[in-house]
Structure formats: structure tokens, C-alpha cells
């Protein structure tokens, strides 16, 4: 936080009596997680085979996100499709699909060569505001479209950026400024335009009022760069850092730009032998913020823009061309896309939507907040229900399992947006905190007595009695478990014994801010090294990258070493 801001929180310093109810109703919330949390994490671990089931209010509705869009691909039909594409002039239609590609074929040899008819031209030009500034949760989604970051690495990245009072406060749910701030806004623009030369498009017109919304504010506004920002020498910024600080100067500038992005889209119907071909078109009129958002996304390595848009010829109804060549189109459904992070970010933003719409003056929507989703899913990937796969997240067999033999009443949003119902009333003092943990408490009770027991085949579904092999043991080859605390080597019952073990809380990794998980674990037992991004550096205060790498004593513990890449 910024000197000036610390002083003007202290000039209008508000009387603490007013946040009282408010207050309840976040330790309402902290004890109901809490009830719920360790009572279904217990008795569903005791049920089935004593090997830890993490269930909570925000978590376990999560993982059944995941379970199932992951059942929801391994069920899905792939179906093939044919369609029929004219080349008329220059420019392509396309039939509607056809299942049979008999039927296709004949109609792409009656179309060949023959002349079509413009049956119907629409037109329609439009325009798209810019983009809000970011909240956490939208920070957090953009950063993994564009840089494959966690949620859980841009929360540690703008935190640092945070310390080092580069950016505003980070957890926050808010999109928009308070009115006191409008005043100061063009010469913070004018300030950060200058750190990246993808900036220089910006015109230093700002429009305040579209990024001000005073009963759009909760508790902190949304992020932005500070005029610290503005003094920051770029090349001693951590990637990570510097990559988070130009998405919020680019956001920051499209968000306050007057001029929209205008465009032009034009649909076409062109009749061939009684037959419709459709054809769309887009026109950009005026790039308008977007001049800022273009710039700063061809400094990215990988482009991220989607493919140019493409404007028909002119043309008018009634028109006649000729279909100068057909050509059939095979394709197949495609099943729903696996969750990156960004989606499923946004699938817990949004999760109970519907519910909440039906509820007046419910506020929070969602699963967990801005400042807990990252958390969330660390803890499932942490305990083994959920891995990652490129940038996608997929439910392990355990975690699969698990969503199986849960009740609805822990696995669905339902429960949050009921909750969440209740607790606006606790905040508004409409109701007395003890009425609601009283609920809480009931539900509990009523969860726990509705499951006496279960069957030896149940048990034996979640237990985990095939245990998987981590990797081979770098000393005796034999192979390495997973245990509770560390992965162990299988020939620790020989005699001598093989003491081979990599320790889950190992100290070298704390230090730099990382667990040694089981992802890690077998690539060092593989490689013996590994490479990670973000660790934290207890010296200098910062996160960089390196390859961590294994050197084994032959004793008790094994030793680490860090190899950095060299430079080109």
C-alpha cells in the first residue's frame, strides 16, 4: 500500500461498530467450513479404509466439476459429418451437415461448376466496450490463457509485486474504482504507459466514468499498477513479475479508453440447385482499444491472437456466381473440452449461478473466493484427486472414485448458495449468528448418523491396496511408494536395510517455497533433476526459475543443488 493511501485511510477513519454484523458473518462462514471440513473428511476417511478423503464445503463441489466433465468425455459418441464447400469467386459457402456422405457427394457434383444465386446479404455493424479491470480471479485466468501460470503462481507473483508496492491490494473480487479515485486516475495512466513500449498507441485520453462504480466496490477496489510502477527497472523484475505488471498496464489502458472497438459483420445465403450455402464475413471498422490489447500481445512468443477476420466481397441479393469448385468437408463432434485452469476458475466464479438467481440480494456467487480458488485446487492436486496434464487438470482414479460414494448434498454448489443466503442475513443482522451454526450443526449431525457403515467392497474401492510405483530406487533399483511422509524405498525390510527415502517436508524445499510432491518425486527418481519455476529466493526476495538436482548421500537424507539455464 501506497504512503498517500495509508494516510487517506487515516483521515477517514470509520467507526469499527459498523462492521460488526459483517464481521459475523465471515466467522459464520470460517466455523460452517470448518464443521463440515472435518467431521465428512473423518467419517468418509473412516468409512472407506483410513487413507485420508479431503471433503470440504468449496473443494469437493470443485472436484465434481471436474469428475464430471471428465465422464462426460469418456461417454461422449464421437459422430462424423460431411458438409459441402463452394469456392464462388473467390470467397467460400458452406452447406448444412449431412450424416451420410453419399448424400454429400451428390450434392457437391450438382453443385460443381453451376451457378449460384445470392438469396439473402445482412449486415450489421457493432461495437464492443472495453474490457473491465481485473479482479484476482480474472487476473489469475488471463495469466494461464497467455502464460500457462497457476492460479496459485499469479497469487504468489502479485503478492511479491504487492510487497514491493508495485501493484494494489491483490484479493479482491472487484472489477471497478471508487468515485475519490477519477480524479487521480489520468495521471496514473500517464505514468505506467511509459514502462512497456507496447503502450506507445495509447492516445492519454482517459474515460474515467467507465471504470467507476462505487456499489460495484465490496471491500477493495479493483487491481491496478501503482505510480511506483512507473520508476521500476523491468530487467530486474522475475519473469513471472514483469509478465503480471504489462497484463495490468494493458488492462489498465484498454479499460479507460474511450474509443470502442467497431466492426461490421455480414452473413450471406447463396442458393445452388434448391440447396442453402452460408458464408460469414468481418469487417473492422476501428480498432479502438483494441490497438493497446494487439500491441501488447505481439510481444508474446506465443501468439494468442485467434485468426484474422475475413470480409466478403461485396455483394447483393440476387447476385448470380459460379461455383468454380465444390470440395467435401469430413469432420466429427467433438466432445467437451478437459478444464484448464482458466475454465475451471471460472466454472467456480460462476458455479450456482442459477440458484443464486433465484435468491434476492445474494451478492456472492460461486465456489470459494478470489482469494481461496487457487488454494482450493493446490489442496486437490496436494492430495492426489486431481493432475495436471499440460495446462489441463484431470481427476485421478481416486478422485473419480471419491466423487462416487459422496452424497449430493456435499458434492453440489447448492449447499454454498443456501449458505451464502443465510449469511446476507447475518450480515444485514436479520439473523442471529447462533441460528445458523445451529443449522450447520444439525446437517452435520444428520450426514454423519446416515452413514453407519459400508460394505467390505466399498472399503476396498477407495483403500488403495495396489500401490503405485513412484519410480526405482536410485541405490538397490527396487521400487520407491509413496508414503505419509515421504516416498520410500521398497527395500527398507532387507536386511541391511535400504534407507533411500525423499521426504515430503524437506526443508531445501521449503526454503524455496515448494513441496516435494509426487509429480516432483518421480522426476527426480527418473532424471534424477527437475525443473521447476518460482522459487523463492530467502536472499533477494524473488522468484525465479532453475533446475533443482538429486544428490544422493547414500545415507539418511539426499542433498540438493540448483543448475541454472545458461544464457544465449
Not at 156 to 168: A, N, P, R, S
Not at 432 to 458: H, N, Q, R, W
Not at 543 to 562: P, Q
Request: net charge positive.
Amino acid at each position: 500500500m501506497e504512503d498517500t493511501a495509508i494516510r487517506e485511510g487515516f483521515q477517514n477513519l470509520r467507526s469499527s461498530e459498523k462492521y460488526d454484523a459483517l464481521y459475523e458473518a465471515a466467522l459464520c462462514r470460517a466455523k460452517a467450513d470448518w464443521l463440515v471440513g472435518i467431521n465428512a473428511t473423518r467419517l468418509f476417511t473412516t468409512l472407506y479404509g483410513g487413507k485420508t478423503l479431503n471433503v470440504g464445503r468449496v473443494m469437493t463441489p470443485t472436484l465434481t466439476l471436474l469428475t464430471q466433465r471428465e465422464q462426460a468425455i469418456a461417454t461422449f459418441q464421437k459422430e462424423k459429418f460431411y458438409t459441402v464447400e463452394l469456392d464462388c469467386s473467390g470467397f467460400q459457402v458452406t452447406s448444412g451437415r449431412f450424416s451420410s456422405k453419399t448424400d454429400a457427394e451428390k450434392l457437391r457434383k450438382s453443385c460443381l461448376g453451376k451457378p449460384v444465386t445470392v438469396q439473402v446479404v445482412e449486415r450489421q455493424e457493432k461495437t464492443e466496450k472495453p474490457p473491465k479491470l481485473h479482479d484476482l480471479t480474472a487476473l489469475q485466468r488471463e495469466a494461464n490463457r497467455l502464460y500457462g501460470y497457476t492460479a496459485q503462481q499469479t497469487l504468489d507473483y502479485i503478492q511479491l509485486l504487492y510487497e514491493k508496492k508495485l501493484v494494489t491490494y491483490p484479493r479482491t473480487d472487484s472489477h471497478y474504482l471508487t468515485e475519490d479515485m477519477a480524479e487521480g486516475l489520468p495521471a496514473l495512466c500517464q505514468s505506467v504507459a511509459n514502462i512497456f513500449p507496447f503502450t506507445s498507441g495509447f492516445s492519454g485520453v482517459v474515460y474515467a466514468a467507465q471504470v467507476i462504480d462505487n456499489a460495484k466496490v465490496s471491500d477493495h477496489h479493483a487491481i491496478l499498477p501503482t505510480k511506483e510502477a512507473a520508476g521500476v527497472r523491468l530487467e530486474e523484475l522475475p519473469t513471472g513479475e514483469r509478465n503480471l505488471l504489462a497484463l495490468l498496464v494493458m488492462r489498465l489502458l484498454c479499460a479507460v479508453c474511450p474509443d470502442k472497438y467497431r466492426y461490421a459483420d455480414t452473413a450471406v445465403t447463396i442458393s445452388c440447385g434448391g440447396v442453402e450455402f452460408t458464408a460469414k464475413g468481418h469487417m473492422e471498422l476501428s480498432c479502438g482499444w483494441k490497438g493497446v490489447e494487439r500491441a501488447f500481445r505481439g510481444t508474446l512468443r506465443e501468439k494468442t491472437e485467434e485468426n484474422p477476420p475475413v470480409p466478403l466481397p461485396e455483394l447483393t441479393k440476387g447476385k448470380e456466381l459460379t461455383a468454380e469448385d465444390a470440395l467435401l468437408k469430413e469432420g466429427t463432434t467433438s466432445p467437451p473440452k478437459r478444464y484448464t485452469e482458466d475454465l475451471l476458475l471460472s466454472a467456480m466464479q460462476n458455479a450456482g449461478a442459477e440458484e443464486f438467481a433465484q435468491m434476492e440480494d445474494v451478492e456472492r456467487t460461486g465456489l470459494g473466493t478470489p482469494a481461496t480458488r487457487a488454494g482450493v485446487i493446490e489442496k486437490l492436486v496436494k492430495g492426489g484427486f486431481v493432475e495436471r496434464k499440460n495446462k489441463c487438470l484431470i481427476p485421478t482414479k481416486r478422485g473419480l472414485e471419491l466423487t462416487n460414494v459422496l452424497p449430493d448434498t456435499i458434492k453440489s454448489a447448492k449447499l454454498t448458495t443456501e449458505w451464502e443466503a443465510a449469511l446476507k442475513e447475518v450480515e444485514r443482522g436479520e439473523r442471529i449468528p447462533e441460528d445458523f451454526l445451529k443449522g450447520i450443526t444439525d446437517m452435520v449431525c444428520e450426514l454423519v448418523k446416515s452413514y453407519e457403515g459400508v460394505s467390505i467392497e466399498a472399503k476396498s474401492f477407495l483403500s488403495g491396496s495396489d500401490k503405485e510405483v513412484i519410480g526405482i530406487c536410485p541405490r538397490c533399483k527396487k521400487p520407491v511408494y509413496e508414503g505419509k511422509k515421504s516416498f520410500y524405498c521398497a527395500g527398507y525390510k532387507d536386511t541391511p536395510s535400504c534407507g533411500f527415502a525423499l521426504w515430503k517436508e524437506n526443508l531445501y524445499f521449503k526454503s524455496k517455497r515448494k513441496e516435494l510432491t509426487k509429480k516432483v518425486a518421480a522426476a527426480l527418481l527418473k532424471n534424477g533433476k527437475v525443473k521447476m519455476t518460482g522459487l523463492y529466493s530467502e536472499k533477494k526476495g524473488i522468484l525465479y526459475d532453475a533446475t533443482i538436482v538429486m544428490e544422493d548421500t547414500k545415507g539418511k537424507y539426499v542433498n540438493f543443488k540448483l543448475e541454472f539455464e545458461q544464457k544465449k
